[in-house]
């Protein structure tokens, strides 16, 4: 096909050019339209599509998420009610209003059983916490050595928390090093009911 042939085309005869040029303009229309539809629509149903793939895959990760907490959601509950009984044993050891009476009297009886001679037993003002509240106990005993240890002892063995704090150990005498005097806090730890803890919430709104 010489160059003078596509330049005696005549745009109104279609029909009448040769054949090659037809199928070529013909692949040219298909390859516009082709363009055109992936342009306008096709192009827009991709990104659908990728977009429909993104959150099939985030769904996926949630299902498995939420099937593998399923999976561990007997043993989980299983370990919440140990941790309410161990949670409800612990509270047990704490002494309520009416038994921290007789908690300072066992203190006190712990240190004469153990030969100590007490010259301070001050209990201090109560400290709340959020369900609980701190008694503190100022101590000073004079005694020996072995007979603070009988005493700590004796104390740690009560059924209910007693913990032992700002303990120092001094000589009374440098010509009886023997005798001696501790000084130290005693704290117990009491319960508080619901109605002291609904008060202490108050007061700290």
């Given amino acids: 096909m010489r160059l ?43 990104l659908k599509f990728e977009n429909a ?25 299983q370990q919440l009610a140990l941790m309410k009984e161990s949670f409800g044993n612990l509270l047990r050891l704490l002494p309520d209003r009416t038994q921290i009476e007789g908690l300072l009297v066992d203190i006190s009886q712990s240190g004469l059983a153990s030969g100590l001679e007490f010259e301070l037993f001050r209990p201090g003002a109560e400290e709340p916490r959020d369900f609980y509240a701190i008694q503190p106990i100022q101590l000073r005993v004079a005694g020996e050595y072995h007979q603070f240890g009988e005493f700590i ?47 202490g919430g108050r007061k700290k709104r």
């Fill in 53 to 77: 793939q993104r959150e099939e895959q985030r769904l996926k990760t949630t299902f498995e998420t939420k099937q593998r907490k399923a999976a561990n959601l007997e043993p989980l509950k």
């Fill in 153 to 199: 002892s004796a104390v740690a063995a009560l059924p209910r928390i007693v913990t032992q704090h700002d303990l120092t150990i001094r000589v009374i005498d440098k010509n009886n090093p023997t005798k001696l005097v501790m000084e130290a806090t005693a704290k117990t730890y009491r319960y508080l009911d619901e109605d002291e803890q609904s008060q």
């Fill in 4 to 46: 003078s042939d596509l330049q005696n085309l005549d745009p109104n005869n279609l029909g009448g050019w040769p054949g090659p040029i037809k199928a070529g303009l013909v692949a040219l229309i298909c390859a516009a339209v082709l363009g055109a539809g992936y342009y306008f629509d096709t192009q827009d149903q991709m």
